[in-house]
Every structure is written in C-alpha cells, then in structure tokens.
C-alpha cells in the first residue's frame, strides 16, 4: 500500500552537478538518513489517518446492525446480531537508496579526474489488518436478548441523567397496580401496559376510530403516557427520588420449602394408650427446642456465596431459605414537610405546581393525578418481574400500610428493540383517529361521577408524551438533521433523526436519543473471544 500524498513524502532525487569526491562517496548515506526523518514522521501520520478510519467504520457498521435490527423486526424477521472482535493492524515500512558512481580521466593526471554519480531514493510501506468477525449466537448472549432488563440498568441510566419518561417507555412493558380493598380485604392488580392498541382496520381499508374491541388497551396506554408525563415534570423539577435497596428472593416458592432452623417447639406432652407421658428426651435437654440437623452449616453459606446466592432466615415459617439478593430501584416524592410526628411528601404542594403548569393542562381533569402522587409517595418499585410469592407478600405489606402500591415490569432487550420498531404505525394511527378515552373499571362510582365529559386522546396526553417511542420512516423533507444512520429494507427507507417540528420543545432530540439509548442497551451483548476458536479471518 503506497503512503497518500498529504501522509508523507517520498524522495526522489538525482545531483545535476558534479559533487567533489567526498561528498560523492557519502551521499548515499545522507539520503538514507534523510528517508529515515521522512518515514518516521509519515509512520505517526498513518496511524492517525488508520486510527480514525477504523474507528469512523466501526461506529458506522453498529449504528447500521442497529438499524437493520429494527428494520427487521417492524417486519416482523428475525434479528441477528454480528460482532467485531480483535482487530490487529501489521504496518512494514523500509526504505532503499540504490546509486551509482563514476571517475572520468580529462589527462593522464589523476587529481585532474571528474567524479559523477547519483542515488534513487525508495520506500516501501505495507498494512495488513486482520478484523475477526464473531457472529453472537451462544446460549449465554440467548439469555440475555430474553431475561428481562436487570433492574439495576434503569438505576445506572437514571442516575447518569436520562430523561425517566424514555427509560420508562423504551424498558418498561407495563406498570402493575395492586390495591387491596380495606371493606373485604380483596387483592386485585391492575394493569397499564406500555403499548398502544392494535391498528384495526375497516372494510374499506381506513382504521377504526372506535377501538371497540381493545378498550382496555386503550384506558391503559393512555394511563401509561399520563404516568410519564408525571414523572418527567417531576424529575425536571429536582422532586423525584430513586433510590435502591436489596430484596431477598427465594428460589422455591413453596412455602413448605427450606430448611428447618431447629426452633420449632417440641410437642406438647401427651398421653399414650398406655396411660404413660411420652416426651422426647432431646427436647428436654435443649430447653423444650428439638434440635435440626438439617440447618445450613458454615461450609452451606460459602458455597452459596460462591454462586451468588444467599441463605436467608424466614423467622415467621421458622426455615432457612436459599435464593439470592434482587436490586429494586424505587421512586419516591420530595420535598418532604412534616405530618405530625413524621416526613412525609408534601404532594399538595407538588400538585399545586403541576396543575399550575401550562403544559400539564391536560392533567387537570380526572383522578389520574391524584393517584399517580399518592403512588409516588409511598414508594413506586422496579422489578424485573414479580413472582406469585412476591404478590401474596405484597399484597399482605399493602394490607397494613396504604392500601395501594405499584411496580413496573421490565421487557427484555429483544422487546424493548421490538417494541420501539414497531410502535410507530399504531401510534400514529391512534393520534390520527383520536378515540374518546374510556374510564377504568377500577374507579370508584365518585371518581366516575367528577368526570363531566370523556377527553379524546389528543386532550387527555400532556403533549409531550404524544410522540411515538421511536420514529423510523417518514418523508424525508421533514428532517431537521441529517440521518444518523440510514439504510433500505425491504423497499422502504430507514433512517434515525428528528423532525423540525420538534425545534425548541423538550422532544428536540428524542428518536437520537431513544436510538443511542437503544445502542447501549445492546452493549449486554458482548462476547467473549476465547469461546470462538473458528472465528472468520478477513485479511
């Protein structure tokens, strides 16, 4: 590979005069030092220009497998995902002179000689990379495109400053209400699902305004959008908190499961047949506690730590547990004021602010604020899912404190990518049509009656939630930047950028935003080279 123009110079050159002899004999010498200098400063340059065109090719290639993964699944095909390894760059440089001399006689005296000659400079400069090409199809990456977001990835993205209405949108699959009824103690969850309804269509081909088959769908989504809106006022405005803490999980959920911990107490005296008391005489040495044998022993607790899981005391069911340690972020309220003899959020005053913003109006009618607040301020929790124990605990806590509480469900990482690829056509199918909004079956009939009119859904989304997760078509006059990345698939043009009509709003940057939110979620899948003996070699 020859060394560009502007890298470095080349140098070629050949004497028109006669030098003196000295300086004949060591001109080969002064043009190899000078190519030397020379190869020196074009080796330094290489590296920059070689340096950079790799790594502008490498961003181009993972924003485009990006895409084209989106692209795919608004098609509903499956996705594929192909990693660069090592790359390694060989760079051989050497340089040459090759020349020539002569001595001509003018007489037969010596000194009266002249003395020619001449030298031709050369280099030579040759770059080998090797890039290993990895395509990531091991069970381990598997498991990752279809566990659930871990929890503690919306902690980290909260805590590094993104907006919590685009973490909730793009992880979230659905925000889980439960309330336990204080008249007959009755556990009911309800359900707000982050997705709009399917796009139905009529016999002539235009979509179905009513939405009559997916009501609930509907109530929910906009519920959904409502919350936040809420929570991204709020954390706009210093006053949401997320903090986390660490919550056992055991592994069976058989409440018969575990070790006893040798604390049961031993049966009560009692007479046999015979008219003689029968009692164990263990229990009479330990203080009327039989013994366990099966307790977890000091060797049980390494071992479980060694495969990240923990042995935990359940001192209601008197048995020792294993599970492991679960990272839930929760949201709470702030600023706090005091309540008689505790702090406790001040949501009057957060309200008061809220209602009072203009671009909140749409809050201002119906309880949707309201519970939204109250459930913030008794704690809003991020799971990865909830397991039937899990609820029968919550449901039990809930029993003995408010009454209601709410966790959200996080998709996994293929959902959350197919989520955000095909969310567009229903979106703006729902926004076009803009339904009249029913009102949840769990309102009370006082709640049901404070509401004077339904609102359509252009009237009840503070506007700016009205916007779909991720914008991947459209004409592209309406563009105010040019494409992050922009590719064709299946006929149609992909591309990653924002529209104008957004210029000066909050949502400015949004699909930019989403999409590189997106690229760094997909960093989880990572490989591991040493699992890849036959990898393919491009040379």
């Keep these: ?42 080796a330094a340059k290489r590296l920059q220009v070689d340096f950079t065109g790799f790594e502008r090719t490498f961003a181009e290639t993972s924003n485009r497998e990006v895409l084209l993964n989106l692209a795919r699944l608004d098609n509903r095909d499956p996705t594929y995902f192909f990693k660069i390894g090592q790359i390694t760059s060989s760079y051989k440089m050497a340089a040459s002179v090759t020349g020539n001399a002569s001595y001509a ?3 037969t005296n010596i000194a009266a000689g002249s003395p020619t000659g001449g030298g031709t400079p050369g280099v030579s400069y040759e770059n080998d990379p090797i890039f290993t090409f990895i395509p990531v199809n091991d069970e381990t990456n598997a498991q990752l495109l279809l566990k659930p977001v871990p929890a503690e990835s919306f902690y980290f993205l909260y805590e590094q400053g993104w907006r919590v209405d685009q973490l909730l949108r793009l992880m979230v699959d659905r925000i889980e209400l439960t309330r336990v009824s204080k008249k007959d103690g009755a556990c009911t969850v309800e359900t707000f699902r982050n997705a709009p309804p399917a796009v139905y269509l009529r016999s002539d081909g235009t979509p179905d305004t009513d939405y009559l088959r997916d009501q609930a769908t509907l109530s929910g989504y906009v519920t959904f959008l409502r919350v936040n809106a809420v929570v991204y006022w709020l954390q706009k405005h210093g006053y949401l908190l997320l903090r986390g803490k660490n919550t056992f999980v055991p592994y069976s959920l058989d409440a018969d499961s575990g070790l006893d911990d040798g604390t049961a107490s031993a049966p009560s005296d009692s007479k046999s047949d015979d008219g003689k008391a029968a009692r164990s005489s263990d229990s009479e040495s330990d203080g009327g506690k039989a013994p366990s044998s099966s307790a977890p022993k000091g060797a049980d607790f390494v071992n479980a730590a060694q495969k990240s899981a923990v042995w935990e005391h359940d001192a209601k069911n008197k048995k020792w547990l294993l599970g492991e340690k679960v990272f839930n972020p929760i949201f709470s309220l702030y600023p706090l004021h005091s309540d008689g003899t505790t702090l406790v959020p001040n949501v009057e005053k957060i309200k008061r602010e809220i209602l009072s913003d203009p671009d909140m109006k749409e809050l201002r009618e119906g309880p949707a604020l309201d519970e939204v607040l109250a459930i913030l301020s008794t704690g809003f929790t991020v799971e990865g899912s909830a397991t039937q124990q899990n609820q029968q605990d919550n449901c039990e806590a809930i029993s003995a404190s408010t009454g209601v509480s709410a966790h959200l469900v996080m998709r996994s990482l293929i959902g959350l990518m197919a989520a955000a690829a095909q969310e567009q056509a229903p979106y703006d199918a729902l926004e076009h049509s803009n339904p009249v909004i029913p009102t949840s079956s769990f309102l009370t009939p006082e709640q049901r009656a404070a509401i004077a009119t339904l609102p359509r859904f252009n ?37 990653i950028a924002d529209e104008k009509s957004r210029v000066g709003t909050d949502n400015q940057y ?24 036959l990898t393919e070699i491009l040379q």
């Design 1 to 42: 590979m020859k060394p560009e123009s502007q890298d470095c110079k080349v140098f070629r050159t050949a004497s028109p005069f006669p030098p003196p002899r000295r300086a004949a004999a060591s001109l080969p010498l002064v043009l190899i030092g000078l190519l030397s200098f020379g190869l020196s400063g074009c």
């Design 105 to 107: 006689l003018q007489s």
């Design 459 to 495: 009237d009840a989304v503070p506007a700016v939630e009205r916007i779909p997760l991720l914008r991947l078509t459209g004409p592209a006059e309406g563009l105010e930047t040019e494409p992050v990345i922009q590719l064709n698939y299946r006929g149609k043009t992909y591309r």
């Design 510 to 533: 949004w699909d930019r935003d989403v999409f590189r939110l997106i690229d760094e979620l997909t960093s989880q899948v990572t490989v591991d080279i040493s699992k890849f003996p």
